[in-house]
Every structure is written in C-alpha cells, then in structure tokens.
C-alpha cells in the first residue's frame, strides 16, 4: 500500500456533506471525526482515510432520481463544486486530479488523489453537451443509471421482475456510450440492468468498470454482477470493484448470520477466479449504505482487508492489481481510445422528447404538448 495507491471506487461523502449541511463546509471539518455528524453513516474523514492508507478516491456525485426531468443538472453540479471545493479546502491531503497521471502524483506527494464520479445518468438530463461539460468539470466516470431508468437505459431492477423500458440500452444510449468513449470518460455499470450490461459490452470501444458491486453467484442480489457478465468483462478489460454494503454482500445462496470481512473477502476470490485477477477492484460505497460488515466499519479499515487477501495467498502483484492498478490500467485504456478517436466529431444527435414524464412538463422552459407533435 506504499507502493501502489488504493483506489477506491465509490465513496458518497459529497452526499453526506449535501443532506446533512447543504454543502455548507464552513459547519464541518473534515479534519475531525464525522462519526457523529451523519446519522447512521459518518465513516470518512481525514484522520481514517489516511489510517486506512487511501491513495485515491473516486467521489460519488450523486444525484437523486427524484430529480430526473427536473433539476439533476443543478443537483449534478452542486455535488461536483462541493467535490472540488473540500479538495482545495485541504490541500496538504487532497490534490483534484483527472488522469492516471494525476493520480501517481499525488500519490507520491503523500496526497490522496480526488476524482469526480457522476452516480446516475438522469445527471445529463438526455443532453451530450451536458455529458461534455461534466467531463469538462473533471467527471471521470459516469454511472449509467442508478435505481432509476433513464429514457435511453434500463436499470437494475429490471431484473426482478425481468421486465425492461428500453431493452436495455436504446439506440441512443449507444450515442451517449461513443460518446464517453470519444471523451475518455469511464463507464461505470453499477446499478444498471443485466441486459443493459450486456448492450454497453458490445458497443464500447474502451473497459468499463463497475464502480461498487459485487458477486451474484455469492450473493444473489440484483446489484451484483453474474458470471456471464463477470467473463465478458474479461473480454473486455474491465475492473468489478467490490462493494462493501451488508446486503450486497450477505445474502443467499451463501448467507451466514452476520456480515464480516471474510466474506467481502470471498466475493473478491471469486471474481479473480471467474473473470481473472486483472478483474478485481476495492468499491467501498462508504457513507452511501447504512450497515457493513463486522470488520469494514469505515474508510480505516481496508488495510485489514488486504491483510485478509495476502492470509488467503494473494502475491504481491496480485495485491497491488486489487489495490489500484486494474483500475488504473483500464482508466489509462480509455485515455488511449480517448486520444485514438481524437478526429471524431462531437456527436449531436438529440433524444426525442416523446417520454411520458416530458408530456407538458411545466418543469421546463420549453414544454413539450404530445398533441403538438
């Protein structure tokens, strides 16, 4: 952990910081302990993150699906300000950064690198010049959906019912996929359907990742990733970040009575085994999910879970693979495609207005009447 940084996938502070102080960073510091300023949550700050030897962390800009067809890209843009604001706001622990490169500097400044992930693609509000100006704000990954459709993907809990909106992803869902492409921006899977992820695996030129999910086949949750997806992601050059959420990973076939570490433990053994250890990654959710394992209590923790990891066997290479460098592999992958489609125009294809909820919705300037149309 000296040596490689600890990326990890998916942390929800910056919503933390929005419910419980409106984004207010003069009413909190980050330099004391959170645990009692979050409610149920509270576990990131400062003093853990450097306990638990973070070298960088992917900040979840998460936007609400209550807000799709409404004000997302207000919400959006608040939680990346706040983002870049608590990075500057202590510089001698985070540096902002927006590349691979980026990242190894900071790190070997003895920062933690400070990257922006959008959770949730209602966050560009059915517009590629919204999705360019995120990338432009320094966005790195975008979460296709969260648990929520947009008009142009299906999410997660489709697969309950084994129902779809979209077939998974539309035909201008595959816009926006070449278009993250073109930008260089990561897509991250987490929270959308199985056939969703089936579509984006054959049309993006670049590896995807899953910013914080885990095994199906361990834990038959519909969150998590099964097995034909794990070996396309193989295929593909992806990285599945494990989640850390009890109920993500407590659940059957392989269900005990109480969460612990061991078991997130066993749903990063078994991705290795399935799709390779090129595969594997750290996605925490920290400050996103209420309960965790007996063992992973906060952000100070993960170098207990790597200890766990090198006790089951995991070699060196191994390990730092796990840490961070599939992570940075496939973020540097999408740089090169980035660079390689560089003559590629923008793409300025519009979506359709035709959803129901665009059907006079008076939350828009410009309202759209069906009977107009």
């Known amino acids: 952990m000296k040596r490689v940084p600890l990326v990890d996938g998916h942390n929800d502070l910056p919503w933390q910081l929005k419910t419980n102080f409106d984004n207010r960073l003069g009413d909190i510091s980050l330099e004391e302990s959170t645990a009692d300023k979050f409610g149920e949550y509270g576990h990131t700050d400062i003093p853990r993150l450097r306990q638990g030897l973070i070298g960088a962390q992917f900040w979840a800009a998460y936007v609400s699906c209550e807000s799709q067809f409404k004000d997302a890209v207000r919400f959006v843009l608040e939680q990346i300000d706040v983002i870049k604001r608590f990075s500057a706001q202590y510089p001698d622990t985070f540096e902002f950064v927006t590349s691979v490169q980026g990242i190894w500097d900071a790190f070997n400044a003895g920062k933690i690198g400070s990257l922006i992930g959008v959770e949730g693609g209602h966050a560009i509000d059915s517009q590629l010049g919204n999705l360019r100006m995120l990338y432009e704000l320094g966005t790195r990954y975008m979460t296709i959906t969260h648990s929520c459709d947009t008009p142009w993907a299906d999410n997660w809990m489709h697969n309950i019912e084994n129902t779809t909106a979209s077939g998974g992803l539309s035909e201008w869902g595959e816009i926006v996929i070449h278009e993250m492409n073109r930008l260089g921006m990561l897509i991250d899977l987490s929270h959308v359907s199985f056939e969703t992820m089936r579509d984006v695996l054959r049309v993006t030129q670049a590896p995807v990742i ?164």
């Open 210 to 373: 899953f910013s914080h999910s885990s095994a199906f086949a361990i834990c038959a949750h519909n969150r998590n990733v099964p097995d034909d997806i794990l070996e396309k992601v193989k295929e593909n050059g992806g990285v599945v970040m494990v989640n850390f959420y009890d109920k993500y990973t407590n659940c059957p076939p392989l269900n005990q009575s109480v969460c612990d570490l061991q078991q997130v433990a066993d749903h990063i053994d078994y991705i290795k085994d399935v799709c390779g250890v090129d595969c594997v990654g750290i996605g925490s959710d920290y400050d996103g999910v209420p309960t965790l394992p007996v063992g992973l209590e906060d952000v100070s923790t993960f170098p207990d879970l790597i200890s766990e990891m090198i006790t089951r066997g995991w070699s060196d290479l191994d390990i730092e693979k796990l840490l961070g460098l599939n992570l940075l592999r496939a973020f540097e992958e999408n740089e090169k495609v980035r660079d390689q489609l560089q003559s590629v125009a923008p793409y300025d294809v519009q979506l359709s207005r035709d959803h129901s909820d665009e059907a006079n919705n008076t939350c828009r300037y410009e309202v759209y009447n069906p009977e107009d149309n």
